[in-house]
């Protein structure tokens, strides 16, 4: 190995790394983003957040002269299926945060993203047919526990949390299945231009309603709004630029920063009061994703030890 790659790998470990912490800490900032666009309704600012991200997208691949790759589009109808199937996905798991946090149950919204590496591994095991590991079976048990506890004892049935978990991990698990056959780029473009038609049709509804803010509450707000689709692309496009350069297990680590950050917001920020019996729903989860975490790194050093020694 010369000098050159010796220096570069480290390098570009640190840039993915770096993009890594940006995506997941500007995640971690969204609950105080989407309360600052109340009053606005979550399905208007869903409505926004696709189609300026859809804009943004546009302009970039203008500016790069990228368009050969949607033309081939059409002889892959499987692609497109799963891509479609991703982009409904996405949409939910965007319209229920957002109500969530112009709610005031932000730490709903932390929660979900808290048992989301749960869910990904539970339906890695009903879908996929994966082998989980004994310490990702303890994982996914005290994660029951967990939701079992928050339902009961707290007297909540978590459901925002959930379908935030699932929907992200059913997002996840359409991708994965799908295949990595389109650039972080080329896939927001695509999710959002299927979702752009009834973007403009939720925009037309809410302009003849009573409930619509769009570009009525001053021009900050709609700067917002319009800065909504900047807050959806950065942080994706970043968290891609991650998921190249470093190790799964890594972005698996690095990914615990938004849930907490939101939870903080949450608590510190938006002044939600959190009852002694949801705390100990979060500690019972955050023991599952100690487990889980544990069972990440372990795994990560076995593999790198047979590499050294094969």
């Not at 990702?136 to 007297?155: P, S």
């Not at 379908?163 to 295949?179: D, M, P, Q, T």
């Not at 009573?210 to 707000?221: E, L, R």
Request: proline fraction near 5%; charge should be positive.
């Amino acid at each position: 190995m010369t000098a050159g790659t010796t220096a570069k790998v480290p390098s570009e470990n640190a840039r993915g790394i770096a993009a890594g912490f940006g995506a997941y800490a500007l995640w971690g900032l969204f609950p105080i983003f989407f309360d600052a666009l109340r009053p606005s309704g979550p399905w208007e600012i869903l409505a926004h957040r696709i189609l300026w991200t859809l804009l943004l997208c546009a302009i970039v691949l203008a500016v790069l002269r990228d368009w050969r790759w949607i033309l081939p589009l059409r002889q892959q109808p499987r692609l497109l299926a799963g891509v479609t199937a991703a982009a409904v996905f996405i949409a939910i798991n965007w319209v229920v945060y957002v109500a969530a946090v112009t709610s005031g149950h932000t730490s709903d919204a932390a929660l979900g993203y808290f048992l989301n590496p749960l869910t990904t591994v539970a339906l890695g095991v009903l879908v996929l047919r994966e082998r989980l590991r004994p310490l990702q079976w303890a994982a996914v048990t005290v994660g029951v526990v967990a939701g079992a506890y928050l339902a009961f004892a707290a007297g909540t049935f978590p459901t925002t949390a959930l379908i935030l978990a699932f929907s992200f991990a059913l997002y996840g698990l359409v991708k994965k299945k799908v295949g990595d056959t389109l650039p972080a780029l080329h896939s927001l473009s695509l999710e959002t231009a299927i979702l752009g038609p009834a973007a403009a049709i939720i925009l037309v509804i809410v302009a003849f309603s009573t409930a619509g803010a769009t570009f009525g509450n001053g021009v900050t707000h709609s700067g917002l709004l319009v800065l909504s689709g900047v807050a959806t692309a950065i942080p994706l496009l970043l968290f891609a630029a991650a998921a190249r350069r470093i190790p799964l297990v890594t972005v698996g680590l690095i990914q615990f920063i938004t849930p907490i950050m939101q939870l903080l917001c949450a608590v510190l920020v938006l002044d939600e009061h959190l009852p002694r019996e949801r705390w100990i729903g979060f500690g019972i989860v955050w023991i599952a994703l100690l487990l889980l975490a544990t069972d990440s790194v372990l795994k990560a050093w076995s593999t790198r030890s047979s590499s050294i020694r094969g």
